[in-house]
Nanobody, 127 residues
Framework: VQLQASGGGLVQAGGPLRLSCVAS????????MGWFRQAPGKEREFVSA????????YYANSVKGRFTISRDNAKNTIYLQMNSLKPEDTAVYYC?????????????????????WGQGTLVTVSS
């Protein structure tokens, strides 16, 4: 599975931005797709995920209520609508996917639980 993320850029605090991630290859094997982010000097952290067949969504507490993940299974694409952006949201955002259907809350947030990664797209929020 190959993942191509796009949509990053520079935005003012309080503004919106939408990220997209297109999957190609053996996309039928993916059960979850999601987003992680990594700020300079920090570890990669979970942002959001969606279970592709059921549409169940998951969010980190830090983005809940501001970010919305959605999917278009026909286009093998997920989106991350980010609203009310804050300077602390500045990071490289990575798209990820996994065929593992057994993720639970404690493992879903771990980068090591995900098998496929996109190249990342930079989001910079200015204050």
């Amino acid at each position: 599975v190959q993942l191509q993320a796009s949509g990053g850029g520079l935005v003012q605090a309080g503004g919106p931005l939408r990220l997209s991630c297109v999957a190609s290859g053996r996309t039928s094997t993916s059960v979850y797709m999601g987003w992680f982010r990594q700020a300079p000097g920090k570890e990669r952290e979970f942002v959001s995920a969606v279970r592709l067949n059921y549409g169940t969504t998951y969010y980190a507490n830090s983005v809940k209520g501001r970010f919305t993940i959605s999917r278009d299974n026909a286009k093998n694409t997920i989106y991350l609508q980010m609203n009310s952006l804050k300077p602390e949201d500045t990071a490289v955002y990575y798209c990820a996917a996994t065929p593992n259907a057994n993720l639970i809350s404690s493992t879903r947030v771990q980068p090591s639980s995900w098998d496929y990664w996109g190249q990342g797209t930079l989001v910079t929020v200015s204050s």
